[in-house]
């Protein structure tokens, strides 16, 4: 456990692996603390733990940090894995502000050999800006970098592509590609809601785009981009959710999940029911191949699903993918809040395949002992220990101690390795 050093701090909000060269497994822990102080109240901080990440490690051992300048901004709510925005062979992250503070910029943060690096602001001028991004190959090394804002316009929310580098201080309107969600109040991009991975093995990356306030994740291929603005009504692929309301595409992951070599990709529907519970929570896993996705279609056309336990327990709030056990198949971890300051974490093995509950999980991890760990809480998986397994990294910002104060934060690591 990585515990935060001071009070309101929310050490572990958010967090991400990160993988110095992009093309092998990440190795290096980057974590935020949106509340951090030292630079203005809220102004926010990321610090980066290289691995082996050994037992006893503090806050103040990361090999790297950076303290964010604007008051107010409470960045290190976000962080995302963007893999090599500029080419230089070292992955590189997006920062982004707290939407509870309303938010507005981002930081793309561009990594050197020496961990440390350039910082790109972008500002959006609405609230709810820059908490999900996805960096995309195009193919002959053409880069591009997808943000998301659920604030944009009243709540309709919009996803911003650059397909050249933002300049430090460029409003994230001036990018190449603009995709505007449809109606106020649909949130488009949410959350942890963009995605991208090569799912036909054709080179080029495509991008997975929630919007659970309608049912919906959408799939947008290079092959159907418009330049400059377009509606979300008009990609094509659309997946939506087994019944209305029920939060399809709150969580999307992507990883192989039946070991064909392909990448697939896996989304919740935390909100959805049965008959006996409401809103137990479900996953659903969709298989790619190489002929590619041509057509959308909805929860029953998935090729796994997974019902959590219990009522109003939202399964599937949070997810994350890696290889658990080293047999090169993804296995997907997902969290439930059993209330509002315990969760619990079922781990599934791949290959996943039919109709599962929480019964057939690999593993449960109960809440943590010391403090809230609820509705806030995020994950991701990297091997922590060096033993091509990977681990489990879990963020709960809202945890206090009763020693130095509310919202301290705390990062716990699960070593998965014997499961
Ligand atoms: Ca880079
Ligand atoms: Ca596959
Ligand atoms: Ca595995
Ligand atoms: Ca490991």
Request: proline content about 2%; charged content about 20%; some cysteine.
């Amino acid at each position: 456990m990585i515990w935060g050093a001071y009070s309101k701090e929310r050490f572990g909000t958010g967090l991400t692996g990160l993988a110095s060269n992009p093309g092998g497994p990440a190795d290096t822990l980057v974590i935020g603390a949106p509340g951090e102080a030292l630079s203005g109240t809220d102004a926010g901080w990321i610090g980066a733990y290289s691995t082996p990440i050994l037992e006893g490690i503090e806050k103040r051992d990361s090999d790297w940090q950076s303290y964010f300048s604007t008051g107010g901004q409470g960045a290190g709510a976000a962080i995302v894995d963007v893999g090599d925005i500029d080419g230089n062979g070292y992955g590189d992250l997006w920062v982004a502000g707290d939407l509870e503070k309303d938010s507005d910029e981002g930081h793309l943060f561009l990594t050197a050999s020496s961990g440390s690096g350039t910082q790109i602001e972008v500002s959006a001028g609405w609230p709810g800006y820059g908490y999900s991004a996805a960096g995309l190959e195009l193919g002959g090394g053409q880069r591009a970098l997808a943000l998301g804002n659920i604030g944009w316009l009243h709540n309709t929310g919009a996803v911003w592509i650059w397909t050249s580098l933002p300049k430090d201080g460029d409003p994230v309107y001036d990018a190449e590609i603009q995709l505007y969600g449809s109606n106020e109040g649909d949130l488009l991009s949410w959350l942890h809601g963009l995605e991208s991975a090569d799912f036909d093995g054709d080179g080029i990356d495509g991008l997975l785009i929630s919007e659970p306030a309608t049912d919906s994740l959408y799939l947008l291929e290079q092959s159907t981009w418009a330049t400059g603005e377009f509606g979300i009504s008009d990609v094509a692929l659309r997946f939506e959710g087994a019944y209305e309301d029920t939060q399809f595409g709150n969580s999307a992951q992507t990883g192989d999940f039946n070991g064909d070599g392909y990448t697939d990709w896996a989304v919740s529907a935390p909100r959805q029911s049965t008959s006996t519970w409401s809103n137990v929570g479900f996953a659903y896993v969709f298989l790619s191949d190489a002929s590619g996705w041509t057509s959308g279609g909805d929860a029953g056309d998935a090729d796994a699903s997974i019902q959590g336990k219990g009522g109003g327990t939202s399964f599937g709030l949070g997810m994350a993918t890696g290889d658990t056990n080293g047999d090169e198949v993804s296995d997907l971890a997902a969290f439930q809040a059993l209330d509002k300051d315990k969760s619990t974490i079922w781990l599934f093995a791949g290959p996943l395949e039919g109709a599962l509950t929480h019964d057939d999980a690999t593993a449960e991890f109960g809440a943590i002992e010391d403090g809230e760990c609820g509705w806030l809480s995020n994950m991701t998986m990297l091997d922590v220990n060096g033993d091509q397994m990977d681990d489990l990294a879990i963020g709960c910002g809202n945890t206090s101690t009763a020693e130095v104060g509310s919202w301290v934060g705390v990062t716990s690591i699960l070593l998965t390795q014997g499961l």
